[in-house]
């Protein structure tokens, strides 16, 4: 089964909300995390990217937050506008193994 | 303008064909892969390949293969034996393996008719 998951399949909010996006991973030996965008029809994009010694990190209008007492991601997009909307995958790293995504949120971002 | 390229876009196949899809980078990134996607599913791995005249199986790499001649290149062949071939197609790329973070190409989406 998946070893990274996110809470909701779907997320929409209003242009101008803050939105938060979940994910939770399964391997407590995971040491890299990273955020990707993927439009319709196009390849994922690399949003912001954390490593385990890290709890926050934050990127132009974005913030991944790193909770490793309970295995859990966070993707805040701040002011979010519709250009905003897409799948967001979480991807989880392990030493000496392959990256694994979860299955991804769909953002949607009304005006 | 730097990148990954994948192509064509967009590809159609009859049953029984074998088809390869182009992926190049010239980011001179080590190591390379190639995924699948079907919709509501995460990314599934086919093959990687970390340097040149090398590749390592995936997850999922029945009924495909790679070639790594060159450090640009690494296409992938869809063959006969894949049983459901229709989906979508991502390449990426990292500066090595362990330096892990991939950057993605545009993607190929093939259908089998």
């Known amino acids: 089964g998946e070893s990274v998951g996110l809470h909701l399949p779907t997320l929409s909010v209003q242009e101008g909300d803050n939105s938060i996006i979940n994910c939770a991973y399964s391997n407590s030996a995971s040491d890299y995390f990273i955020w990707y965008k993927q439009e319709s029809g196009k390849g994922p994009q690399f949003i912001i990217d954390i490593r385990s010694n890290m709890d926050k990190r934050q990127g132009q209008r974005v913030t991944v937050l790193l909770n490793k007492t309970v295995k859990h991601l966070s993707l805040q997009i701040a002011a979010t506008q519709p250009g905003d909307s897409a799948v967001y995958f979480c991807?989880?790293?392990?030493?000496?193994?392959?990256?694994?995504f979860g299955k991804g949120t769909t953002l949607s971002v009304s005006s | 303008d730097g990148g990954i390229t994948q192509s064509p876009k967009y590809l159609f196949r009859k049953e029984g064909q074998n088809v390869t899809l182009s992926c190049e980078q010239n980011l001179n990134h080590d190591a390379m892969y190639w995924y699948r996607q079907d919709p509501g599913q995460g990314l599934r791995l086919i093959y990687y390949s970390q340097i040149v005249n090398d590749f390592q199986k995936g997850d999922i790499a029945e009924g495909y293969s790679v070639s790594r001649e060159k450090k640009e290149s690494f296409p992938l062949t869809v063959t006969s034996a894949q049983k459901n071939p229709t989906a979508f197609y991502l390449c990426?790329?990292?500066?090595?393996?362990?330096?892990?973070?991939?950057?993605f190409g545009p993607g190929t989406r093939l259908t089998v008719l």
């Open positions: 991807a989880e790293k392990t030493a000496g193994t392959a990256l694994i």
């Open positions: 990426a790329s990292s500066i090595t393996r362990e330096r892990d973070t991939q950057y």
